[in-house]
């Protein structure tokens, strides 16, 4: 159950990630590689340590979703994974400066 979370958490952050990329005009590519998402942001979105280390989180993106493939994840893992996807959310909407509509 922590794997299918911490997976959920890797989602959060991309897809945060992504959504500041749009936000600055940058089509986000299809890839679920936090890194390369990161490296693609502008000068003008200043990056949070805590930003850089969901560059961590890419491994849950799929070996979590595949059983066999990971090992278990333990309960550090997982709250870690979930704190740094909040922050990672955080930083997004900081950035994204109140320019999206729910």
């Not at 805590?50 to 560059?55: E, H, Y």
């Not at 961590?56 to 994840?73: C, F, H, M």
């Not at 309960?75 to 997004?92: G, I, S």
Request: glycine share 6%; charged share 25%.
């Amino acid at each position: 159950m922590k794997e299918l979370l911490c997976f959920h958490a890797q989602q959060a952050a991309e897809k945060a990630i992504k959504a500041v990329l749009i936000a600055h005009g940058i089509e986000p590519p299809r890839t679920h590689n936090i890194t390369a998402l990161i490296n693609l942001l502008p000068p003008e979105a200043p990056l949070r340590e805590d930003v850089l280390a969901s560059r961590g989180l890419t491994s849950y993106a799929a070996i979590t979703r595949y059983p066999g493939q990971a090992g278990e994840v333990s309960e550090e893992d997982y709250r870690e994974a979930v704190r740094l996807a909040e922050a990672v959310v955080a930083w997004a909407e900081e950035m994204i400066g109140g320019q999206a509509e729910v």
